[in-house]
DNA sequence: CGGGATCCCACATGATACTG
DNA sequence: CAGTATCATGTGGGATCCCG
């Protein structure tokens, strides 16, 4: 059930991790996989991203009414983000009041997949990490004598 | 090959997304699922636990050096964080000049494999998403009329 | 309705200096 | 060697106002 103990490794996951390693060396600020994995760091980004990712097809207020405590600005500014990466789709409709529409493109739902994944960790193992920040505090440190 | 079209409608991962976001509706800064999620998305933290992972057992500067960029403030900080969520175990030997190791933990190797898959994402997906961001600045934004 | 433009501040992080 | 303490800063993001 809880795989905690995980055969990291395999030799599948050792080439993996060589080849990101490998990619990220130059921490100059251009390496694009420095770069997407901030995407998935942005808390709005991953929002949006879960929410577009359940209801399909959204107007920019229905999103914003889903996301708690978004501000109009960052939701203007992340979803930008995501059109300009080709995660999410934006459609205008040339009427008044405008009508505008958000939608994950394939690589979008591609990347919900792996985020999914990241909450799900996060899920399961959430407890046993609270566990362990309420021993930090009341604990003495590993000292080998 | 390239799974970018995937069957994200399947009923696991709609069950684990709404899950998740049940988790995070409130967006009360106390969320443990959003806590832990930050935890991914923070540059220091990956990078240190993919060395880590990969090299077993280092020494605070033999970390340094393998951190290309890290100041040691930020070293200090990030280690403390993920030895207080249970990531990494910090060894403490008390001798003159001092030595202290840095492993990761059951839990964080657990974690270890979450951000390889998000590594091993970027990285087969990398061209794709500078293709996007190049066409994004000379593209007309989509109009249905 | 769906933004764009500004202002502004808190906080995250870097640089530097000191220490057991 | 492995930090801690202090100071400096820049920037992410909220609040507000305006516009087509």
Redesign the pocket.
């Known amino acids: 059930m809880d795989r905690t103990i995980v055969d990291y490794q395999s030799n599948r996951l050792q080439e993996k991790l060589h080849k990101i390693l490998g990619s990220v060396g130059g921490t100059a600020s251009g390496c694009p996989i420095r770069n997407i994995l901030d995407r998935f760091s942005?808390?709005?980004s991953t929002l949006s991203i879960f929410h577009l990712g359940d209801a399909g097809t959204l107007?920019?207020?229905?999103?914003?009414k889903r996301i708690d405590?978004?501000?109009?600005?960052?939701?203007?500014?992340?979803?930008?983000t995501l059109e300009r990466d080709g995660l999410v789709t934006?459609r205008?409709y040339p009427q008044?009041?405008?009508?505008?529409?958000?939608e994950l493109t394939d690589l979008g739902r591609s990347f919900l997949v792996q985020i999914i994944e990241l909450g799900d960790w996060a899920s399961v193992h959430s407890a046993q990490i609270m566990q362990a920040r309420e021993q930090y505090a009341a604990r003495e440190h590993l000292v080998v004598e």
């Open positions: 942005d808390k709005w107007r920019f207020n229905e999103l914003k405590g978004i501000s109009q600005r960052m939701l203007t500014v992340t979803l930008r934006r205008v008044i009041p405008p009508r505008v529409e958000y």
